[in-house]
């Protein structure tokens, strides 16, 4: 069975300083990924994701994320935060489907990202 | 485009009421879902849906119901509240269940007293 584990239910980091929200896998075939922000009393909005290709996504508001299939890990980088980043962010992972699976989103738990002044 | 239109946003009920959460979307999406997301455990399956007519359990699919008449809505029934299932509740669609990334509503908060 497939899961999601993102380390740390809390990041805070300084206005300007590198964002690091940590994001590890387990799925028995290559999955796709994925990295959602959650603003306050929103819904989900999508900000990357991995099917194929290129193992470096870039998405939107200059966040990217890294494939590193030897370490299962999907790792969501900005290079400077913004106090605007502040949200929950969620990784999730999918399968790809047949087989009897039907692909669905599996999430971990959400890391919630405070930016500091 | 509205893309996923939840309604209502806000609800309470009473322990043993029922009630239907509406979700609607005009993407032409043939795969919904819902979710559930309470502090701490992330967003869990409920129920999904890959074409009108066929549903299918998610994770914690018990006390709930859905059913899939038509390729725009997908709502979900809650026939006897307990406060357990107070929670937010999230509606889902996508082109494709696997790679295509998902549409979120703006979702339901549901306190069951």
């Known amino acids: 069975a497939q899961s999601v584990t993102q380390l740390g239910s809390h990041v805070s980091v300084s206005e300007g300083a590198l964002v690091l929200l940590r994001c590890n896998y387990s799925s028995s075939v290559p999955p796709y990924l994925f990295w959602y922000v959650q603003y306050p009393n929103q819904g989900l909005q999508l900000l990357l994701k991995?099917?194929?290709?290129?193992?470096l996504v870039k998405g939107i508001n200059g966040f990217e994320a890294e494939f590193k299939k030897s370490e299962t890990s999907f790792h969501l980088t900005k290079p400077s935060a913004h106090m605007s980043d502040a949200a929950e962010y969620f990784c999730?992972?999918?399968?790809?489907?047949?087989?009897?699976?039907?692909?669905?989103?599996?999430f971990g738990k959400g890391t919630k990202l405070s930016v500091k002044p | 485009n509205a893309g996923v239109t939840q309604t209502p946003k806000f609800q309470v009920l009473k322990t043993g009421q029922s009630m239907t959460l509406q979700c609607a979307q005009d993407?032409?999406?043939?795969?919904m879902s819902w979710y559930r997301q309470d502090p701490g455990m992330g967003l869990r399956l409920i129920h999904y849906?890959?074409?009108?007519?066929?549903?299918d359990q998610g994770e914690v699919p018990n006390g709930y119901n859905v059913s899939r008449s038509t390729t725009e809505d997908f709502p979900l029934r809650l026939l006897s509240a307990a406060p357990s299932q107070t929670s937010v509740y999230f509606c889902?669609?996508?082109?494709?269940?696997?790679?295509?990334?998902?549409?979120f509503g703006s979702g339901t908060r549901l306190t069951v007293v």
């Open positions: 999730a992972v999918s399968d790809r489907g047949g087989g009897g699976s039907q692909g669905n989103l599996i």
């Open positions: 991995y099917t194929t290709g290129a193992t």
């Open positions: 889902a669609s996508s082109y494709s269940f696997s790679n295509y990334g998902y549409t």
């Open positions: 849906s890959v074409g009108a007519g066929i549903t």
């Open positions: 993407m032409n999406h043939e795969y």
